[in-house]
């Protein structure tokens, strides 16, 4: 990103726990460093900020447990930076903080695993903005000027409604994206299985059925494996599907994204791994590596 285009951000938390590395590898890729301040909590980051500097466009929490910040520090933030675009990536202890605590905005929370792609968006809005009012800097719309093609980015105030329809669009998956793929889910859960067989095929996949006995269709090339719980005969069953095929390309499918917990399933031989509560667009997104399309699709 140009400098002249990158914001101010404010990244609060301990950014050196492991689980925070796709959040933070990201970040310091994406903004320059002398634009990026770390602090551990809130009182660090206002104390710690020299004179005259700018105030933080961007607010990026790494929160690796429940309370690690409080309501009062939490409220203090959003007093003070009123206009930034903040947001909560929380770690696996976290994941029910949205029905057991009411500390941070819904609209700010994500998963860390997840922290990435929301965080790519509010800084192309940031650089579409910046772009737009160097461009104009005052500009009235008229009723006829056309209608942005980007989806606005939600209040701290949005529902629940509004930031699931927000983050899973219904269209990303109009276009069949995985049309022809041959692919089989392999899960004890048998609705958890139908449900995921049905989004498959909608997204253009052609189904192979696996049975018990791991066989099923020979011209099935990918897999997703329902690895949760990942205890050890899910990880030996694992190794056993890649031993009988080096060449299946296996997801596996996740409760809670954990980076030992990845790096223990690829060790058994899974190709990619998708967190169940991650957008069904990631899911698409691990297949499409190993998806190639026939010719003429």
């Known amino acids: 990103m140009p400098p002249l285009l990158s914001p101010n951000v404010l990244l609060l938390g301990n950014s050196a726990d492991p689980e925070f590395d796709p959040v933070v590898t990201f970040l310091r890729g994406s903004v320059p460093h002398a634009r990026i301040q770390e602090a551990a909590d809130l009182p660090a980051a206002r104390h710690g900020r020299p004179v005259g500097a700018p105030l933080p466009d961007v607010v990026v929490v790494c929160q690796s447990w429940s309370d690690q910040f409080s309501s009062a520090e939490i409220r203090e933030l959003l007093a003070w930076l009123p206009l930034a675009r903040i947001i909560c990536c929380y770690g696996a202890w976290c994941d029910s903080d949205g029905?057991?605590?009411?500390?941070?905005?819904?609209?700010?929370?994500?998963?860390?695993?997840?922290?990435?792609?929301?965080?790519?968006?509010?800084?192309a809005e940031f650089q579409r903005a910046k772009a737009s009012s160097a461009r104009s800097p005052v500009k009235i719309h008229r009723a006829d000027d056309p209608v942005p093609a980007q989806r606005p980015l939600l209040p701290w105030t949005a529902s629940r409604t509004e930031i699931y329809q927000s983050r899973f669009p219904v269209s990303a998956m109009s276009n069949r994206p995985i049309e022809g793929?041959?692919?089989?889910?392999?899960?004890?859960?048998?609705?958890?299985?139908?449900?995921?067989?049905?989004?498959?095929?909608?997204?253009?996949?052609?189904?192979?059925?696996?049975?018990?006995?791991?066989?099923?269709?020979?011209?099935?090339?990918?897999?997703?494996?329902?690895?949760?719980?990942?205890?050890?005969?899910?990880?030996a069953e694992l190794i056993d599907l890649k031993t009988r095929s080096h060449d299946l390309f296996v997801v596996a499918a996740i409760g809670f994204p954990r980076v030992d917990l990845d790096e223990r399933l690829r060790r058994a031989g899974a190709d990619a791994t998708w967190a169940k509560l991650s957008p069904l667009t990631q899911l698409i997104e691990r297949l499409q590596p190993h998806y190639h399309p026939q010719p003429g699709r």
Do not use: K
Not at 99 to 121: I, K
């Open 181 to 235: 793929l041959r692919i089989g889910v392999l899960s004890p859960d048998r609705a958890w299985r139908q449900m995921m067989e049905r989004f498959l095929m909608t997204s253009g996949g052609v189904i192979s059925h696996v049975g018990e006995d791991h066989s099923g269709d020979t011209h099935q090339t990918t897999l997703l494996y329902d690895a949760d719980p990942a205890d050890p005969p899910q990880i």
């Open 99 to 123: 029905r057991t605590r009411e500390h941070w905005p819904l609209a700010v929370r994500v998963a860390a695993v997840d922290g990435p792609n929301l965080l790519s968006a509010e800084l």
